[in-house]
């Protein structure tokens, strides 16, 4: 999705704008989504939720599968409409991000530049006349610090399952018309695993508040039917809404 992603600051933006979202044609060929773990109930009536190996984070990152392969999104529409309930944070976030800092725990709101969502004219301003962050700037960071907490929690919690090793290869083969295709490259949390847990982790588990982002995770992977028949009939009409 970004194509310039630079820091924002009063002395390069002073005159930019942002636009609200009113189509999603830029996420339309990001087959996937990073999610935290606060996201999974809601993503799983929709997405499959697996995870992939993140060599860059060096660890394990949860993912909503948005197409079955790179370039795709099948959620999104050839109007930019988004055909589903429950839009990933990751993606309502855009044009922004948050980068790390030199400083450990610091971290810097960045835009892409190259989005048709920051503007001259139209939008609400970023800064004030006066060169302080504007109403719009700041909404922004209070979203991107929620987003940063939800993010710690969440590499917390993929931290725990591997060292416990409770992840393994996601390893399906499924029909789509008249071919058998295997879906590798994703994870996903061992069952058999999970259910052998001992009394006392399976309660560490609940203390930590694990336990139902664990289930809906489990719950999410019958979602990848539906990508196969998305992908069969591309979207056309709205998808069933998910709770």
Same mark, same amino acid.
Not at 84 to 87: Q, R, T
Not at 228 to 238: D, H, I, M, W
């Given at each position: 999705m970004f194509t310039n992603l630079v820091p924002v600051n009063k002395e390069r933006h002073a005159g930019k704008r942002i636009k609200p979202i009113e189509d999603y044609k830029f996420a339309s060929q990001s087959f996937i989504a990073s999610v935290m773990v606060h996201e999974f109930v809601r993503s799983a009536a929709i997405?499959? /939720? /697996?995870?992939?190996?993140?060599?860059? &984070?060096?660890?394990?990152?949860?993912?909503?599968?948005?197409?079955?392969?790179?370039?795709?999104?099948?959620?999104v529409d050839e109007s930019g409409k988004w055909q589903?309930?429950?839009?990933p944070a990751i993606i309502r976030r855009y044009p922004f991000a948050l980068a790390s800092t030199?400083?450990?725990?610091?971290? +810097? /709101?960045?835009?892409?530049?190259g989005s048709a969502l920051v503007a001259e004219e139209e939008g609400e301003p970023l800064f004030t006349e006066e060169g302080e962050p504007a109403e719009?700037?700041?909404?922004?960071?209070?979203?991107?610090?929620?987003?940063?907490? =939800?993010? +710690?929690? +969440? +590499?917390?919690y993929c931290k725990y399952l591997t060292e416990r090793n409770m992840f393994t290869p996601l390893n399906m083969r499924v029909r789509q018309a008249d071919q058998i295709r295997n879906i590798t490259g994703c994870y996903v949390i061992n069952e058999e695993r999970l259910n052998n847990l001992s009394s006392e &982790?399976?309660?560490? =588990?609940?203390?930590?508040?694990?336990?139902?982002?664990?289930?809906?995770?489990?719950?999410?992977? /019958?979602?990848?039917?539906r990508l196969?028949?998305?992908?069969?009939?591309?979207?056309?009409?709205?998808i069933p809404k998910g709770d």
């Open positions: 997405y499959p /939720v /697996v995870f992939l190996d993140d060599k860059e &984070r060096d660890g394990f990152r949860p993912m909503a599968l948005m197409g079955l392969e790179a370039g795709e999104n099948l959620f589903a309930a429950y839009i030199d400083q450990e725990n610091q971290f +810097t /709101v960045c835009i892409d530049e719009a700037l700041e909404n922004v960071k209070r979203y991107l610090t929620e987003l940063q907490q =939800m993010d +710690t929690f +969440t +590499t917390a &982790r399976f309660l560490e =588990m609940r203390e930590k508040q694990y336990l139902p982002a664990t289930y809906a995770h489990l719950g999410s992977l /019958v979602q990848i039917e196969l028949k998305l992908k069969e009939q591309p979207v056309a009409n709205p």
